[in-house]
């Protein structure tokens, strides 16, 4: 397929070899999301590991943009190892937990205490820059919808801000002390990730993500986000750009979502690549491209990485 929207904007399969040339010709740095696109839970996705490999060996900077907040940015380093992402460095790789630390590190006093939903990579990140927070694990405090267990719940002095990620003991309590503090209007709301949920293809179940949680805070709060530091939303960019200092306009971002993955890629210049081993079925993508014009259409799409296993083997 070779979708045509408009009379000026194509999306070219990337697999084709003259599209391929182009692109390993043109780009210099390439941009990994990661779930999805190079591993499925603890797995990687064949062929992933061959061409990050390759794209490093034949000289070109490769860097990973995650919206997972249950990994530090040493975890994530250590489950590059593990599947075999073997000249993969701590620093080029970025997440939420990380982004977020780094937000409230300049945004709040360094008395400031963070009240965290959310879960331990997210509580290291912040305890690696010194940073004061709490919450985490399970707090049932509030048991009934009612005034008098409301008021009987435990607030903390100090709180500068709320910060929101993946956490599965979320609760009416914990949504309870979130709105609570936020009442204050010098307290800032930081959400990791918008990420809402992944259902699980072939089973009956769907996983919830931050994005649900969120959500649920923003209204009880009527409260927006100060800031959220995933993709597609400016910090991360600022962040990654800030550590890397490339020439964005020879990037190109690879990912299975376009509403955080390829929006990330185009807001902010660079070429995009959607694959579909992800969230990200190839009929959605056809359903946009018949479609009225839409700016969030990728440059490039093909079934996975593994399409390019065999175009570098027949390179000459």
Not at 92 to 120: C, M, Q, R
Not at 216 to 245: I, Q
Not at 280 to 299: F, R
Request: glycine share 8%; hydrophobic share 35%; charged share 25%.
């Amino acid at each position: 397929m070779i979708c045509i929207v408009g009379t000026d904007r194509t999306v070219q399969h990337a697999r084709q070899r003259e599209v391929f040339d182009e692109i390993i010709n043109g780009i210099e740095t390439f941009i990994f999301d990661c779930d999805g696109v190079l591993w499925h839970g603890d797995h990687d996705i064949k062929g992933a590991v061959a061409v990050v490999n390759k794209l490093k060996e034949i000289g070109k900077k490769v860097y990973f943009v995650s919206n997972n907040n249950t990994k530090t940015r040493d975890q994530s380093f250590t489950k590059f190892q593990k599947l075999g992402f073997s000249k993969v460095e701590r620093e080029e790789i970025f997440g939420p937990s990380y982004t977020s630390a780094l937000w409230l590190k300049k945004n709040i006093s360094p008395e400031g205490k963070v009240y965290v939903i959310g879960n331990d990579a997210m509580a290291q990140e912040l305890k690696m820059l010194d940073i004061k927070h709490f919450g985490l694990g399970l707090d049932n405090q509030v048991t009934t919808q009612s005034a008098d267990s409301t008021v009987k719940a435990t607030l903390e002095d100090g709180v500068e801000a709320v910060l929101v990620g993946a956490d599965a003991c979320f609760s009416f309590t914990k949504l309870v002390k979130s709105a609570s503090y936020l009442m204050d209007p010098k307290c800032k709301l930081v959400v990791t990730n918008e990420d809402d949920r992944f259902p699980f293809p072939g089973t009956k179940h769907c996983l919830v993500g931050t994005g649900a949680l969120s959500a649920a805070v923003k209204c009880a709060s009527a409260r927006e986000p100060d800031v959220v530091c995933g993709k597609p939303h400016s910090f991360m960019f600022e962040c990654f750009n800030a550590e890397t200092d490339l020439d964005i306009s020879k990037c190109l971002m690879v990912g299975d979502n376009l509403k955080t993955d390829i929006l990330f890629g185009r807001r902010n210049g660079m070429k995009t690549l959607l694959v579909m081993s992800g969230v990200t079925p190839q009929t959605e993508l056809e359903e946009k491209c018949a479609g009225e014009k839409d700016d969030n259409l990728p440059d490039y799409y093909m079934d996975g990485l593994i399409s390019w296993v065999e175009l570098f083997s027949s390179s000459k």
